[in-house]
């Protein structure tokens, strides 16, 4: 069965930090789809990346970017120069493609200090 | 664009007393739909998920049951509720394959069963 690890429960950094929140990703199935979502205080989970398991490309968006790691199941996120708005609880989640259920990691919730 | 809808967005019940709440989608048709469950400090638990009308697919034996009426709502019910059910309850909706596809949540609804 498929399983999430996010071993870092919680990290606290100051602003203009750099960040990396771990993803460690266990599954059989030779397709699936990786998630991360970030979950603010409102507590609505939104949306931040999808990486299906043939596409190891890296991926950057501004200041988030994103590194897959088959060789190690992993799916890192860092956060560059930080800011007190990331302030969240993320999650990391995985999809197999024979399996209808999305298994989320614990979560690591971010507190960013001014 | 699609929007996801639920409340409502906290609630008090007694233990013992009937839970329902709701969940609907709009700007999309044939949405798969979801109820998850956050226990406190912990990642999300599906509970139920739905591919159509009257077709509902439960992940965890529970407490608690789940309705599909219409193509978009999708609704969590209880006739009993206990201490255990409280937690934060999240609907989410994807469309397309249930495995691959991006699930976009709603809100929340914040259960405290005293």
């Known amino acids: 069965a498929q399983k999430v690890t996010q071993a870092q429960t919680e990290i606290s950094v100051v602003e203009k930090e750099d960040v990396t929140l771990d993803c460690v990703y266990e599954t059989r199935d030779t397709t699936y789809y990786l998630f991360w979502y970030k979950q603010p205080p409102s507590g609505e989970l939104v949306f931040l990346i999808r990486r299906n398991s043939f596409d190891e490309q890296n991926e950057i968006s501004g200041r988030y970017s994103w590194n897959f790691q088959k060789s190690t199941s992993s799916f890192n996120f860092t956060i560059t120069a930080s800011q007190v708005v990331d302030s969240a609880v993320y999650f990391c989640a995985l999809s197999e493609a024979n399996n209808n259920d999305m298994r989320f990691g614990a979560g690591t919730r971010l507190t960013v200090k001014p | 664009s699609q929007t996801i809808h639920q409340w409502p967005a906290t609630l008090v019940q007694p233990v013992g007393s009937p839970l329902s709440l709701e969940c609907t989608v709009e700007g999309t048709s044939n949405p798969n739909l979801y109820w998850y469950r956050q226990a406190a400090g912990r990642g999300l638990q599906l509970l139920f998920y739905s591919v159509g009308i009257g077709q509902i697919s439960s992940e965890v034996p529970q407490n608690l049951s789940a309705s599909r009426p219409q193509d978009r709502q999708f609704i969590l019910s209880s006739k009993k509720l206990l201490l255990s059910d409280s937690g934060f309850y999240l609907c989410?909706?994807?469309?397309?394959?249930?495995?691959?596809?991006?699930?976009?949540f709603g809100a929340g609804t914040r259960l405290s069963v005293l």
């Open positions: 989410a909706w994807s469309v397309g394959g249930l495995a691959k596809n991006i699930q976009y």
